[in-house]
């Protein structure tokens, strides 16, 4: 008997600072909105399809989170220190990143 099972891959995204991402809020330095989350949407086919657990690995865990019908859940990150702007990243009933959106508030 085999069992497969899939390491969580980080997904690469070329010039992504995963360091900078993580403290931006804490520094209010902009590198969420002013280039990071460019970044992940200019190479979104490295991100869409991924799991929940590999794209927190990548970007942490998210500032919330929303349940919607048929189990799709959304996952949301704040971009800048006035909360102005977010990211936000529906995942399918069985945990896949769908699709990705910027939103102004």
Known sequence: LFLLAR?????IIDGFQKDMWANDLKECRNYRESKGAKLLIDQKNNILGISQNEL???????????LAKRNQK??????????????????????HAKEMMLITK
Do not use: H, T, W
């Open 7 to 11: 390491c969580n891959d980080v997904p």
């Open 74 to 95: 959304f996952f949301y990150y704040q971009l800048n220190c006035q909360n102005s702007q977010e990211l936000s990243i529906r995942f399918n009933a069985v945990g």
């Open 56 to 66: 927190m690995q990548l970007l942490g865990k998210p500032d919330r989170q929303q």
